[in-house]
């Protein structure tokens, strides 16, 4: 579901949100138009529109973990997190985490890829957002699901700044709802 569908129709920080995306053509390989978020966080004023917009949907919904997805759901779900008043875990790719870890292996559109997770970092019960940039396929919001419910968590949401209207992995989310402020971008009129 789209902010925009939501109670946020005709809302201005969306458009300043999506204003804000650099789109750079051909990245990183040639065909792909790749949505660049850091030019989002060099905009104070739209990175807090996100964090903000995020804030207001998740604040009242007993949520006790921010998972974000490495590595720029690094970038929104700590705020978040502070926030509501949950805690943030970090889902990393393999080999970044000390410690004894769980790992959720993921196919990509050539290949595969895994998250990994501390143990110990989420307790049965507990519920959760998974938290991310962008949304195209769902493989990688997928394995975030799957990694916080074989611990016992609940996943309540998933959520990404940008994501197609028509996310082909929408149903590798397994029931669970997503939700997206804005669209992919098409052209750069941005830095």
Do not use: W
Request: glycine share 10%.
């Amino acid at each position: 579901m789209f902010a925009a569908e939501n109670g946020l129709k005709g809302d201005p920080r969306l458009q300043a949100i999506s204003d804000s995306i650099r789109v750079v053509p051909d990245f990183p390989k040639k065909g792909i138009m790749f949505q660049d978020i850091t030019t989002l966080l060099l905009d104070h004023k739209a990175f807090k529109h996100t964090v903000d917009i995020f804030v207001d949907r998740y604040r009242d919904m007993g949520i006790s973990v921010v998972a974000g997805v490495e590595a720029r759901g690094f970038m929104f779900g700590p705020p978040i997190a502070l926030a509501i008043g949950a805690k943030f875990i970090p889902l990393r790719k393999p080999g970044k985490l000390p410690g004894q870890v769980i790992s959720e292996s993921y196919e990509l559109e050539y290949g595969t890829d895994c998250l990994e997770m501390h143990v110990g970092a989420v307790q049965p019960g507990e519920r959760a957002l998974v938290i991310d940039d962008l949304v195209a396929t769902g493989g990688t919001l997928s394995a975030a699901i799957r990694l916080l419910e074989r611990v016992g968590a609940e996943v309540v949401e998933c959520a990404c700044v940008i994501g197609l209207r028509e996310v082909k992995g929408q149903r590798r989310l397994n029931g669970k709802p997503l939700y997206i402020l804005v669209e992919p971008r098409e052209i750069d009129n941005c830095c």
